[in-house]
């Protein structure tokens, strides 16, 4: 099984990277085309699906950018494609707005929209697999900043007209689904940065006339937090192949796994490698928070880590007695109370 | 994971299955899915049916019987054999000293003991540990001693798995108690136990089974074609075995297998008045389980495929089996979780119980993160090799 990137994805990936090491962010990006990575073709976009966006985000998680690549350029450009529609300027997406709707007027408060700070129009996938885009001029859009200094808005509505495209079926739960994958992909970048910072401090910070490092104690927590970080890799590049294919039910699986997993180990290798820095790690100053933060971000939008565990456990119920119906006469049924 | 499998990959799962439907006995599949545990002789009858197919040794080179598979095609030969509830091949020969003898043996070494591992004619356990020499293995202290035409070898060995029912054990001895590092005095001998002098001891665990045992060693004499490799170069073929062992100790195949019976299991058991699997708290473990074996899973086949046949995989290995042996502990777990009360009473261990996928699984499983290399011994290594602390 090989995740390395294809050219292409490569190719995005390292324009994204020299971007953010000549010091550079969204006015640099959008200048060379590169926020319509996920924009259909005919209007300029390479129409990249999910997978081909994982590299190009890892750089971004790596850098922590303030770019609002994510909300104000990927996610609602992979909508936009899958819908076959095209909105004028910047837009952004709200995966799961809950908005009332009357004929194409939109009432309701979406507190948190990433991008929506930037943005001249307003996705929102529908729970009935439609789309509906409103231009921010109709909404009220009071903007602030996240934790991780990326901007976002709280937008209200109030009987917003809206265009509202046909059902698209599947759409909106491949939407937010997409949505946690790219957000985990960013969270992986910043989750190698975290190990790389950790890795290094330990080498070089001194205590007890030894390099931290040679205390078994934390050199056991640095290979757990490499551990999970190489098991988290592989659920990121799974969940986004599953995000660009056909088979719902293992893109449910994947995705949630993946959720599961940014709220529970990489949480606590986040917070890990926080301890491992002693009181640097908690100063404004040092680097570090900035990626901490990035990851608690990711963990935080898009449904919880246990909403995503609860689907888990409910597929695998319903999975399970598929397969059991199948499947010979159980011994311990007469076990059944 | 169909997303994964090339068309090649699903012809080849496909085959796999059918030649499993016809080949795999009807009793050894019920054992497993009675939740119950291979019997020796199982194994064994599995072991050369799928020698007569040619499919034992997989992982082996193809002009030594092996299948020329991609580590993706072992790996879903490995997944489908256990889904369909094969007994897990003993390591021993298929993993450990055939691959050591192909890589280090002497042409005649090879002639002589890898058909007959094939073949199932020749068993084999591992002498490595000692009482005095667990995680510090370097510090064996079984002698060797040449004596004109053979050596003599004086010691004991501990935990050896299987020794009841082995003709034969490789063994780690010291030749050269004054070389420099104790890793230099290491040799790898060959010892047929039925060799005057040979003393095979039952330990029982804590599972009431019979798993291991003390083999004590007094003035056996093992001839000089029986050395493999070079004298004092043993530690070498040891630790290019252990990688082996390691990663076959990670075994995903099985877990994924044992996951699939442990929700089956938790189907059909009830908290209160739901079945245990759609209970909120049992689903959220089952869940966070299926997210860790999912990870593991992907995981292991994007770096196994990344090594060439034969090479030696080193540390990635103690990487893989600290994830792999957790994961079957917490399978063990939930099933005796699931399995409740009825887990609870004392069954001998000879008798045939359906119960064993409860408290004797979890028993059992605390082997898992000690033997092979324990789990703390595996960070060191991670620590040490792939981290460079
Ligand atoms: C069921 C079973 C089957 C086995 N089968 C075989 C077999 O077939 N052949 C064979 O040769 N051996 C076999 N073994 C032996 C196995 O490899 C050893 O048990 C293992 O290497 C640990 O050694 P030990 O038991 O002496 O524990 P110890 O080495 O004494 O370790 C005790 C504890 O200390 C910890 N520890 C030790 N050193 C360190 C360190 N440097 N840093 C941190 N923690 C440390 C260990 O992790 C463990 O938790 C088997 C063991 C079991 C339980």
């Known amino acids: 099984?090989?995740?390395?990137?294809?050219?292409?994805?490569?190719?995005?990936?390292?324009?994204?990277?020299?971007?953010?090491?000549?010091?550079?962010?969204?006015?640099?990006l959008d200048e060379l085309g590169l926020l319509l990575a996920a924009h259909p073709e005919a209007t300029g976009g390479f129409g990249a699906g999910v997978a081909d966006l994982v590299p190009a985000l890892v750089e971004c998680g790596r850098a922590a950018t303030q770019a609002p690549v994510i909300g104000a350029a990927f996610l609602p450009g992979l909508a936009l494609t899958r819908a076959g529609i095209w909105a004028e300027g910047p837009a952004c997406l709200d995966p799961e707005a809950e908005v009332r709707i009357d004929d194409d007027r939109l009432t309701g408060v979406l507190p948190v929209v990433p991008g929506a700070d930037v943005a001249d129009r307003l996705v929102m996938c529908l729970p009935d697999d439609r789309l509906a885009v409103v231009p921010l001029s109709v909404a009220e859009v009071v903007p602030f900043a996240l934790v991780d200094g990326r901007g976002a808005a709280e937008v209200r509505l109030d009987g917003a007209r809206a265009t509202?495209?046909?059902?698209?079926?599947?759409?909106?739960?491949?939407?937010?689904?997409?949505?946690?994958?790219?957000?985990?992909?960013?969270?992986?970048?910043?989750?190698?940065?975290?190990?790389?910072?950790?890795?290094?401090?330990?080498?070089?910070?001194?205590?007890?006339?030894?390099?931290?490092?040679?205390?078994?104690?934390?050199?056991?927590?640095?290979?757990?937090?490499?551990?999970?970080?190489?098991?988290?890799?592989?659920?990121?590049?799974?969940?986004?192949?599953?995000?660009?294919?056909?088979?719902?039910?293992m893109r449910l699986r994947s995705v949630s796994a993946l959720k599961r997993y940014l709220g529970g180990r990489m949480r606590r290798a986040a917070a890990s490698a926080i301890q491992m820095h002693g009181g640097i790690g908690v100063t404004e100053e040092y680097a570090l928070g900035r990626y901490v933060k990035r990851v608690i971000v990711a963990d935080l939008l898009n449904g919880s880590a246990d909403d995503h565990g609860a689907r888990l456990a409910r597929l695998i119920a319903e999975e399970t007695r598929a397969a059991d119906r199948a499947a010979p006469a159980d011994d311990l049924k007469e076990n059944v109370a | 994971?169909?997303?994964?499998?090339?068309?090649?990959?699903?012809?080849?799962?496909?085959?796999?299955?059918?030649?499993?439907?016809?080949?795999?006995?009807?009793?050894?599949?019920?054992?497993?899915?009675?939740?119950?545990?291979?019997?020796?002789?199982?194994?064994?009858?599995?072991?050369?049916?799928?020698?007569?197919?040619?499919?034992?040794?997989?992982?082996?080179?193809?002009?030594?019987?092996?299948?020329?598979?991609?580590?993706?095609?072992?790996?879903?030969?490995?997944?489908?054999?256990?889904?369909?509830?094969?007994?897990?091949?003993?390591?021993?020969?298929?993993?450990?000293?055939?691959?050591?003898?192909?890589?280090?043996?002497?042409?005649?070494?090879?002639?002589?003991?890898?058909?007959?591992?094939?073949?199932?004619?020749?068993?084999?356990?591992?002498?490595?540990?000692?009482?005095?020499a667990g995680s510090d293995l370097a510090a064996l202290k079984t002698r060797a001693v040449w004596d004109g035409d053979a050596y003599v070898v004086n010691g004991q060995k501990t935990w050896t798995t299987t020794a009841q029912h082995a003709d034969w054990m490789f063994t780690l001895v010291r030749t050269d108690p004054d070389a420099e590092r104790p890793q230099q005095g290491i040799s790898m001998l060959l010892i047929p136990l039925d060799s005057p002098g040979v003393t095979v001891r039952p330990i029982i665990t804590i599972d009431g089974d019979h798993h291991v045992n003390e083999v004590f060693l007094e003035d056996v004499r093992v001839p000089a074609d029986l050395l493999v490799?070079?004298?004092?170069?043993?530690?070498?073929?040891?630790?290019?075995?252990?990688?082996?062992?390691?990663?076959?100790?990670?075994?995903?195949?099985?877990?994924?297998?044992?996951?699939?019976?442990?929700?089956?299991?938790?189907?059909?058991?009830?908290?209160?008045?739901?079945?245990?699997?759609?209970?909120?708290?049992?689903?959220?473990?089952?869940?966070?389980?299926?997210?860790?074996?999912?990870?593991?899973?992907?995981?292991?086949?994007?770096?196994?495929?990344?090594?060439?046949?034969?090479?030696?995989?080193?540390?990635l290995s103690s990487f893989l089996k600290l994830r792999g042996s957790e994961i079957q502990q917490r399978i063990q777990e939930l099933a005796m979780e699931a399995t409740g009360a009825l887990a609870a009473p004392w069954r001998e261990a000879d008798r045939p119980r359906t119960d064993d996928y409860g408290m004797h699984g979890w028993l059992n499983s605390r082997a898992f993160t000690i033997f092979g290399g324990s789990s703390e011994v595996m960070k060191n290594i991670v620590a040490k090799q792939i981290l460079g602390f």
């Open chain 1, 164 to 249: 509202i495209t046909d059902t698209v079926p599947g759409l909106t739960g491949a939407i937010q689904d997409s949505a946690v994958t790219l957000y985990a992909a960013e969270a992986l970048g910043a989750l190698y940065a975290i190990r790389e910072m950790t890795q290094a401090y330990l080498k070089e910070r001194r205590q007890f006339g030894r390099p931290l490092g040679s205390f078994q104690a934390l050199q056991h927590a640095m290979v757990d937090l490499y551990h999970d970080i190489e098991h988290f890799q592989s659920l990121v590049h799974l969940a986004a192949r599953c995000c660009d294919g056909p088979d719902v039910a």
């Open chain 1, 1 to 28: 099984m090989d995740f390395s990137p294809t050219d292409d994805q490569r190719m995005i990936a390292d324009s994204f990277a020299r971007v953010f090491e000549g010091g550079g962010g969204q006015a640099e």
């Open chain 2, 229 to 315: 490799g070079e004298e004092n170069r043993g530690w070498t073929y040891a630790k290019y075995l252990l990688g082996n062992e390691r990663v076959s100790i990670a075994n995903v195949g099985q877990s994924k297998a044992e996951l699939a019976l442990l929700k089956r299991l938790a189907a059909n058991r009830k908290r209160g008045n739901v079945a245990l699997i759609d209970d909120p708290v049992f689903g959220m473990k089952l869940a966070d389980l299926e997210a860790d074996f999912l990870a593991q899973e992907v995981t292991n086949l994007r770096m196994l495929s990344q090594v060439r046949p034969g090479q030696d995989v080193g540390a």
């Open chain 2, 1 to 132: 994971m169909e997303l994964f499998y090339s068309d090649a990959d699903l012809a080849f799962r496909d085959e796999v299955r059918s030649y499993l439907d016809d080949a795999l006995p009807e009793d050894i599949s019920g054992t497993f899915f009675g939740y119950g545990r291979h019997s020796w002789h199982q194994m064994i009858r599995w072991h050369k049916i799928l020698a007569d197919k040619g499919w034992v040794a997989p992982n082996w080179p193809e002009d030594h019987g092996g299948t020329g598979w991609s580590p993706m095609q072992q790996y879903i030969f490995d997944s489908e054999a256990m889904m369909a509830g094969a007994p897990r091949l003993r390591p021993f020969g298929l993993k450990m000293i055939g691959p050591v003898l192909i890589r280090f043996g002497s042409e005649a070494q090879k002639k002589r003991f890898l058909p007959r591992i094939l073949s199932a004619d020749d068993y084999w356990c591992q002498g490595f540990s000692e009482p005095g």
